[in-house]
């Protein structure tokens, strides 16, 4: 017992002496941790990481060519403050991951204000707000480096573009290139999922969404099909030149199962039938919203501005309601954004086809998140007086083919079949969509059954 105690007793003298050699260790951690802390906050001020880590590269080779302890520590100050990147009239920026507006500014040296009427001018559009990895933003400097313009590639097919008007404000002008449809017929057999199966087959993710969101209705795609059953699809896509721009559209999907045969048309109306004329889509209600609410500014693509007199287009309808009213899903859908922007506020996006979307604007609460899906009549916020907003009111715009039109009298889906008048031309559709759809199940093959129909 004694001879333990005593162990202890040097055990512990020991530790105690080891106390400040610790801390001294701590305190040296410390130190060269706020350095190095120190030394991004430098960095962060020049210029991105990409470009450091390629002048510390260059500071290192001239060290080895050196080989001069002074030299060395010259070269290494120099790296630490860099040269700010020399600036070129026209600069172009690739959109990668994680790239938010505001921090692409400031790597393009371009001040917050200009941020501000860049986005004032993007509230009727807002383009800016879903930057894709891929997209690219180019911006054009005055001799006095402020900004003249910029132009947002969504797409080779879709540029939208920014440009001064005066001191304060910007101007967007949308560019849509009609480039060239391609249709194609493809055709294949369900083996595993129906989803490998139409990759297989050559569809991409986009069009197998499409396809589960037409006939999602009709069909459960993991109950109702086995190995064995066929499926054939028309599509087009488009191009311009050589470059496929990403768009493309379902014309006609047919899965035969061993019972039933599943199928969907679309008409020159823009909506989808099956073989029979029946919509597959549910109709629209005119107003997301319950009983008669004010309509206090039209939708109006060439409104002037009353103080610039700029064209500064109102894209959807205004309609004065107190902060809280309930607003409802016109129609089915998925929710896109529920985002906050500096003059649009709150904001909700439901798609709800290829051809139709929807948006809220100046709400004060969501009452969904990004990705839900929604029926007709679902309650999906409460309205507000959020962003730049005038009073308490309510901005719906609706969407058809990527262009607004207004809420208040443009026609909306609200049949639920194929009238009278149109019944022979839509079964001659069915017809040609049929002949090509049998001829690639023949083939069963590379699924390629006609290739290159221009129009
Ligand atoms: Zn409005």
């Not at 493309?248 to 039933?260: E, H, V």
């Not at 109306?269 to 004010?294: C, H, I, T, W």
């Not at 959807?316 to 859908?333: C, E, K, N, Y």
């Not at 500096?342 to 609460?365: M, N, P, Q, W």
Request: net charge positive; with cysteine.
């Amino acid at each position: 017992m004694k001879n333990y105690y005593i162990n202890d007793k040097r055990k512990l003298a020991r530790r105690r002496r080891l106390i400040p050699i610790l801390l001294a260790g701590l305190v040296i951690v410390c130190a060269l941790y706020l350095a190095w802390s120190h030394r991004q906050d430098i960095l962060a001020v020049f210029g991105s990481p990409a470009e450091d880590s390629v002048a510390t590269d260059n500071a290192t080779t001239d060290n080895a060519t050196m080989g001069n302890a002074t030299m060395a520590n010259a070269t290494a100050v120099a790296a630490e403050v860099p040269e700010p990147p020399r600036r070129e009239p026209v600069q172009e920026c690739r959109i990668q991951d994680g790239d938010t507006l505001s921090s692409i500014f400031d790597k393009h040296l371009i001040s917050q204000t200009t941020l501000f009427q860049i986005m004032d001018a993007d509230e009727q559009i807002l383009a800016l707000d879903i930057l894709r990895p891929g997209n690219t933003l180019t911006f054009t400097f005055n001799p006095d480096w402020s900004l003249e313009r910029m132009v947002l590639s969504v797409n080779p097919a879709r540029q939208v573009v920014y440009r001064r008007v005066d001191a304060e404000n910007f101007e967007f002008e949308e560019v849509i290139h009609p480039g060239t449809w391609v249709q194609q017929t493809l055709a294949g057999g369900i083996e595993g999922s129906f989803f490998v199966s139409a990759q297989n087959a050559g569809l991409n993710d986009q069009e197998v969404a499409s396809i589960a969101e037409l006939l999602k209705g009709r069909i459960n795609f993991r109950r109702d099909l086995q190995a064995g059953d066929t499926f054939q699809v028309v599509r087009r896509q488009q191009y311009v030149g050589d470059e496929f721009t990403g768009e493309s559209q379902i014309l006609g999907i047919r899965i035969i199962c061993r019972k039933r045969t599943y199928d969907a048309y679309l008409f020159s109306d823009g909506k989808y039938y099956d073989r029979e004329g029946n919509s597959l889509m549910r109709a629209f209600v005119r107003y997301p919203f319950k009983g008669s609410q004010r309509l206090s500014s039209a939708f109006n693509p060439r409104r002037r501005h009353p103080v610039t007199g700029r064209v500064s287009p109102h894209n959807g309808a205004d309609f004065r309601m107190s902060v809280g009213t309930p607003i409802f899903a016109p129609g089915d859908g998925v929710v896109t954004r529920t985002l906050q922007h500096r003059f649009a506020g709150k904001y909700i996006e439901i798609r709800h086809s290829d051809r139709y979307s929807t948006r809220y604007l100046h709400l004060s609460k969501f009452l969904v998140r990004k990705g839900q899906r929604v029926k007709r009549g679902d309650k999906i916020a409460l309205s507000g007086n959020t962003g730049r907003s005038t009073g308490p009111h309510l901005h719906y715009e609706f969407h058809v083919a990527g262009r607004p039109v207004d809420p208040v009298t443009a026609p909306i889906p609200i049949m639920s079949s194929i009238s009278k008048k149109d019944r022979a031309a839509f079964k001659a559709k069915v017809a040609e969509l049929t002949a090509d759809m049998d001829l690639a199940k023949a083939v069963d093959g590379p699924r390629l059954s006609q290739a290159a129909t221009t129009n």
